[in-house]
């Protein structure tokens, strides 16, 4: 079962990512090769792919947080952590494989998710390195870096594929470790 987080936010704003693809394909000429004047959809599909998954992350801490408040007991020091984790969370803005790993751990203690970041074809290593690549990319488009990165369009086709898997994984993964780490019978 995955997230609301997963479900409301990644899967969502994905599609966004999806219709700039559908745009370009629409756009192309017909010719073989490289489609001149519409490296700038390519470029856009970088960015709402990493803004999805931003989103996604920081939904998904709060989420997770959420799955294990006391209704009474230790509530001051979920309050504590609660307040913690939001304030981190408000100053994440960079979403590579370091940060993410942090931000999870800081707000419930899974010391690694990004260890979870494997499917068929693509190990634990490959997907860190892909999604650091991606957010290069994102990097260099965003702060307006001249010339213009180039990013290919059978590239950036797969990137909304990419981050879906990556949202299974770490759904998983944190489900799995607030039920067996955390006692959260049902985290969503």
């Not at 209704?71 to 984790?85: D, E, I, R, V, Y």
């Not at 304030?87 to 800081?106: E, K």
């Amino acid at each position: 079962m995955a997230s609301r987080s997963f479900k409301g936010y990644l899967m969502v704003l994905l599609q966004d990512a999806e219709e700039l693809i559908q745009a370009h394909a629409k756009l192309r000429t017909g010719q073989r090769g490289r489609q001149w004047k519409l490296g700038a959809l390519n470029r856009a599909v970088v960015l709402m792919c990493v803004s999805a998954w931003e989103a996604y992350v920081e939904e998904l801490a709060k989420e997770a947080l959420e799955s294990f408040r006391p209704t009474m007991g230790a509530l001051p020091q979920w309050q504590s952590l609660n307040a913690a984790c939001r304030s981190q969370i408000g100053r994440f803005n960079t979403p590579n494989s370091q940060n993410v790993r942090l931000l999870i751990a800081d707000a419930i203690g899974l010391q690694n998710v990004t260890d979870s970041w494997h499917w068929q074809n693509c190990t634990v290593v490959d997907a860190r390195r892909h999604l650091d690549e991606v957010l290069d990319f994102r990097h260099k488009i965003a702060h307006g870096v001249n010339p213009r990165p180039t990013v290919h369009n059978q590239w950036v086709a797969k990137l909304p594929e990419f981050f879906r898997n990556l949202g299974r994984c770490t759904d998983k993964a944190v489900r799995q470790y607030l039920r067996t780490k955390l006692g959260v019978k049902k985290p969503w």
